[in-house]
């Protein structure tokens, strides 16, 4: 398969570059002083897959997956059944070994609605603070080690701006309550779009980096969903490089940091599922190809799904060195996804840019923790050099 040895090929000459520019070392931060490194994932509750059957060996945090406010209160009015559900979650995870943290996210990209709740949640002060108070109050209630707002998107710039005074108050709040409690205080974490500026909307708006990078303990940054069947032509999922576009990975990671917010507050997200589509020309089956609509799944797929779906129709699975992606070809079927390797070579990424670490979406989708294991072959460390370092880097790859 040549694709697979441009492939290697990739990944030798950015390891070779890593070395030399772990034994350059430029202006480095000794190494204690880093935060420990994230390895999480987001759980959305599932019946096939209870709490318990986490494997808390592969993660540091895991994030339960979604509160949602309400859009009268902004507070939290739980159900009997989401109390359960949390409680389960927590009490699981809290006799597991290795220990991890967890985390309540808050939101998700459920739709507009939920947009719009945080819109007119985080546009005056008191709304803030009824917000705050009841997650905190949640939070605390059934245990959670901290707070993650998933707001899929602020729409505008005055929307960005209170997502930056929403972050300031809370931050405040969770300060205030850990004295008065006597507690250590929640974790505060935002999951964001993958690049700190929408460029590619009518209303062009960017994130509040300097409240961002304040008041978070870092951002999960949705380095996914970059193409998908909403699009007429095929295309990779999640794309670390994209010679012909600036919607990737390393384009999006690099806009944060040059916007301002420091490396190991940017966690990148990493997808445990694949998107797919339906050829119009089963001959013509690359990324760029025409298709007619969504493929299995309506579109999406697990990895545990796909994988399965792959080797039961002994699909031609093909991997893509220009953008670092995998794609499978059945006839007509065409998927768009990241196996262990790509995964891999995305968390070695994720290393080189001195990230914080990474988040899955979703764990639940993983087939036997294959991929979650990945991270742990490689222990992340910080090598610190330069973004024009880094850029040169990447053009000479
Ligand atoms: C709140 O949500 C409910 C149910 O979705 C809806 O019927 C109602 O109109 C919403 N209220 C406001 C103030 O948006
Ligand atoms: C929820 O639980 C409480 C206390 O356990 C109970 O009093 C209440 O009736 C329950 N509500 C519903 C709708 O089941
Ligand atoms: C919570 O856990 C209990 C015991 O493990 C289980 O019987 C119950 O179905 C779970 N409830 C939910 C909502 O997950
Ligand atoms: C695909 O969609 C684009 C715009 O979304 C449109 O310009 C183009 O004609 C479409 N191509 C096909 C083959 O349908
Ligand atoms: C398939 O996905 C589309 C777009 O997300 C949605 O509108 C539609 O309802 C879905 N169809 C089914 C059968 O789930
Ligand atoms: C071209 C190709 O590989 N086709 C396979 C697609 O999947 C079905 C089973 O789901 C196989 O029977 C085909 O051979």
Redesign the pocket.
């Known amino acids: 398969m040549p694709s697979l040895n441009n492939f290697v090929h990739l990944i030798i000459l950015f390891l070779l570059c890593c070395l030399t520019m772990i034994t350059t070392g430029s202006a480095a931060e000794p190494a204690s002083e880093n935060p420990p490194a994230v390895k999480s994932g987001y759980y959305p509750p599932s019946d096939n897959f209870p709490p318990s059957a986490i494997d808390t060996t592969f993660f540091t945090h895991v994030y339960y997956a979604f509160l949602v406010p309400s859009n009268v209160t902004f507070r939290f009015e739980l159900s009997n059944e989401t109390a359960l559900l949390l409680s389960n979650f927590t009490t699981a995870l809290r006799h597991k070994t290795p220990l991890v943290k967890t985390m309540l996210s808050i939101g998700g990209g459920a739709g507009e609605e939920v947009a719009h709740i945080f819109a007119s949640m985080a546009s005056n002060p008191s709304s803030r603070s009824n917000f705050i108070d009841s997650a905190i109050e949640v939070a605390r209630k059934f245990g959670f080690d901290g707070l993650d707002l998933d707001w899929e998107y602020p729409e505008s710039p005055i929307e960005m701006k209170a997502l930056g005074h929403l972050l300031k108050q809370w931050r405040r709040e969770i300060k205030k309550e850990a004295q008065a409690t006597n507690s250590q205080p929640l974790l505060l974490t935002a999951a964001v779009y993958f690049s700190a500026e929408f460029f590619l909307d009518a209303v062009i708006r960017s994130y509040p980096i300097k409240y961002m990078e304040k008041y978070l303990d870092w951002a999960n940054v949705m380095c996914f969903d970059y193409h998908g069947a909403w ?3 095929t295309g990779p999922n999640a794309p670390l490089f994209d010679p012909n576009s600036n919607v990737n990975s390393i384009y999006g990671l690099r806009s944060w940091i040059n916007g301002g917010m420091t490396a190991n507050k940017l966690v990148m997200g990493l997808p445990l599922y694949g998107r797919t589509w339906e050829l ?1 020309d089963p001959k013509d089956n690359g990324i760029g190809s ?1 298709a007619i609509g969504p493929g299995p799944g309506n579109g999406s797929l697990g990895f545990n799904e796909l994988e399965a779906l792959n080797e039961e129709s002994t699909a031609i699975v093909v991997y893509d060195a220009d953008t670092v992606s995998v794609y499978s070809v059945n006839g007509s079927s065409w998927i768009a996804f990241d196996d262990a390797f790509t995964t891999t070579s995305k968390i070695g990424f994720a290393q080189a840019l001195g990230l914080r670490g990474y988040f899955f979406w979703a764990i639940i989708h993983d087939s036997n923790w294959k991929i979650s294991a990945q991270g742990n072959q490689i222990t992340i460390r910080y090598f610190f050099f330069s973004v024009k370092q880094c850029c040169l880097t990447f053009s000479f790859l």
Do not use: G, L, V, Y
Request: aromatic share 0%; net charge positive; proline share 0%.
């Open positions: 699009s007429n032509i119009k025409i």
